[in-house]
């Protein structure tokens, strides 16, 4: 990109004959100046205008994700509340499993219909006990 100035001289080399070049000096003129000058002015106002789409193309293809992600978001609460409800039936099951267990855990420990003081214990940790076997001997005399 060449430009123009009043101060600058341009020279032009036309060919005369085979052999020999003819050298002719111009100046440029006023009007060729603010030729220049405009040219130089639209190209940078056309600089700043393709900036300018540029970034609207950016904003319309932010603006486009934003649409097609607000168009999926009634689909992306159905599955939320599916998920909910889901995780509300999981834990309905935990806690029915946790009361079994609690259950369960009631049947471990064996209680006495009277209080009594034990006197003679017939069996230890992690025997294994038969129905009707006896376990353990209260004192007599108390």
Not at 70 to 89: L, R, Y
Request: aromatic share 2%; glycine share 4%; charged share 25%.
């Amino acid at each position: 990109m060449s430009r123009v100035s009043a101060n600058k001289e341009r020279k032009v080399v036309t060919p005369v004959c085979n052999s020999y070049f003819r050298v002719a000096h111009l100046w440029p003129s006023a009007e060729a100046t603010s030729a220049a000058e405009a040219l130089e002015t639209d190209r940078a106002s056309a600089s700043a205008i393709e900036k300018r789409i540029a970034a609207a193309k950016n904003l319309t293809a932010q603006r486009e994700a934003q649409m097609k992600e607000a168009q999926t978001a009634p689909q992306q609460v159905i599955d939320t509340q599916a998920k909910s409800q889901s995780k509300s039936g999981e834990l309905e099951q935990a806690r029915a499993d946790v009361r079994t267990a609690e259950l369960n855990l009631g049947y471990t420990k064996i209680h006495a219909p009277v209080n009594v003081v034990i006197g003679r214990k017939t069996v230890e940790l992690g025997q294994r006990i038969q129905p009707g076997q006896m376990l353990l001997a209260n004192r007599t005399g108390r």
